[in-house]
C-alpha cells in the first residue's frame, strides 16, 4: 500500500485504531450532510476493513491524512475503485475533520493522489463522484484539474461525475 507525503501532509493507509479519528467525521452529520447518513463505530470499523480489501485488491484505498508535523489525523483521502455505467473507474475521494476544512488540505491530498494515480498506477482516467449541492468539493475537483462529465443515478440519489483523463495531467504538467 501507499503512502504519500506533501509539502504540509502524509497519507498513510487507515489503521484499526483509526475508528476514533474516523468517527470525528462520521458521527459530525454536518461533515456527512451530502452521505445518506452518519456512521456508527462499528460502520468505521467496516470502512476500514473495505479499505483494507481495496489495499489488497488494487494497491490504493482510502487513507488516514496527517500532518506532517504534529502527525495529527485531520481527515480522509484516496483512491477507491467505483462502479459507473458497468465499468469500474478509480475516484479520489476525500472527507475531513471540520475544524481542518478551509486550509487547503483537500486540494493537496487530492492532487497528490492524482499524481499518484496517473503517474504510478497508470490509470487513464480518474473520477470523484459528488453532490451537486457539495460545492467544497465541487470546488475541490476543479482545482485539481476535473472536470464535469455527466450526472448519473448511484446510492439512489443524483451524483456528479467529475473526471480528468492522464493526458490533461500530463498536458498540465508539460506546461509547467
Known amino acids: 500500500m501507499f503512502e504519500l507525503v506533501t509539502e504540509r501532509l502524509r497519507l498513510r493507509p487507515l489503521r484499526e485504531s483509526d475508528v476514533v479519528y474516523l468517527m470525528k ?36 484505498g482510502l487513507c ?4 506532517r508535523d504534529t502527525c495529527t489525523f485531520i ?16 475516484e479520489i475521494g476525500y472527507l475531513f475533520i471540520r475544524e481542518h476544512w478551509g486550509k487547503g488540505y483537500a486540494t493537496e491530498a487530492a492532487k497528490a493522489c ?13 473520477i470523484s463522484l459528488i453532490d451537486p449541492a457539495n460545492e467544497s468539493s465541487i470546488a475541490v475537483a476543479i482545482r485539481i484539474g476535473m472536470q464535469k462529465e455527466n450526472r448519473i443515478q ?14 490533461a495531467v500530463h498536458e498540465e504538467t508539460d506546461v509547467s
Not at 448511484?154 to 493526458?167: A, C, L, M, T
Request: charged residues 25%.
Open 25 to 60: 467525521i462520521f458521527s459530525d452529520p454536518i461533515a456527512m450532510q451530502y452521505y445518506p447518513s452518519t456512521k456508527s463505530e462499528q460502520e468505521a470499523e467496516e470502512w476500514i476493513e473495505w479499505n483494507h480489501n481495496n489495499y489488497d485488491a488494487f494497491n490504493v
Open 64 to 67: 488516514a491524512v496527517e500532518l
Open 75 to 90: 481527515g480522509q483521502c484516496g483512491i477507491v475503485p467505483q462502479k459507473v455505467d458497468g465499468t469500474i473507474t478509480m
Open 114 to 126: 492524482l499524481n499518484y494515480g496517473i503517474e504510478k498506477c497508470k490509470f487513464p482516467k480518474m
Open 154 to 167: 448511484k446510492w439512489n440519489r443524483s451524483i456528479d461525475v467529475y473526471s480528468i483523463r492522464s493526458e
